[in-house]
């Protein structure tokens, strides 16, 4: 069945680091891979998604791209601050269905 | 102002007792969907609607029930609620594009514990 898994649980970083969260998925059809971050006490919250493999998604100054090789797909900032310490989601949704398949989470710790 | 709005925010409910989470979005999106968080599962999709009058079983639904009266409203009912029912639950709505699919905009959350 379709399903998208997100190993890292926890990641904690300096201000400035760079950021690269990973996550795979399974699916049989044509997918979009969906970024959602959501902040303490908030809802989760569409941050980019990318249609097309090997295309890259863009949004306040985070990067996704997905391959359709490895059936990966990340997120990636080249400096981080301390704002976007957060719990990142990533998704996965196919064009035939109205469905979202979430993964487990990434909490950010962004340290001074 | 909030899209999708969700009541009660924070609810404590007792072992047997019934327990209704309501959820409002003024987006006009034909989909509503309930999920779970809990930690170290992320979001569970519990049920879900493709309009008034139309409920569908997520990943999760058994012990829940939902009811989608109109294009505005998808309450998820918990008819017996069990301690391990405590969790924040999100509302969310959304509509289905051809070529990307669903995007999901999600309400602020009900927490609910179970005592």
């Known amino acids: 069945g379709d399903s998208v898994t997100q190993k890292q649980g926890q990641v904690t970083l300096s201000e400035d680091d760079f950021l690269f969260i990973n996550c795979t998925y399974s699916t049989t059809t044509y997918p979009t891979l969906f970024w959602y971050v959501q902040y303490p006490g908030q809802g989760p919250q569409l941050l980019l998604k990318?249609?097309?493999?090997?295309n890259k998604g863009i949004s306040r100054g985070f990067e996704a791209t997905y391959d359709k090789g490895t059936t990966s797909f990340h997120l990636q900032k080249a400096s981080v601050q301390e704002s976007d310490s957060a719990v990142y989601f990533c998704a996965l949704g196919m064009s035939n269905y109205n469905v979202l398949y979430f993964g487990s989470g990434t909490k950010l710790t962004v340290e001074p | 102002e909030a899209a999708v709005t969700q009541s009660p925010r924070n609810k404590v409910a007792v072992t047997g007792g019934k327990v209704t989470l309501s959820c409002n979005q003024t987006n006009n999106h034909n989909n509503m969907y309930w999920y779970r968080q809990d930690t170290g599962h992320g979001l569970r999709l519990i049920h879900y609607s493709y309009g008034a009058g139309s409920t569908e079983k997520g990943d999760i639904p058994d012990g829940y029930k939902a009811s989608r009266p109109s294009q505005e409203n998808f309450s998820l009912i918990l008819e017996l609620a069990t301690p391990s029912q405590t969790s924040v639950y999100f509302c969310?709505?959304?509509?289905?594009?051809?070529?990307?699919?669903?995007?999901?905009?999600f309400g602020e959350g009900s927490r609910l514990i179970v005592v």
């Open positions: 969310a709505s959304g509509d289905w594009d051809r070529s990307s699919g669903n995007t999901l905009y």
């Open positions: 990318v249609t097309t493999a090997n």
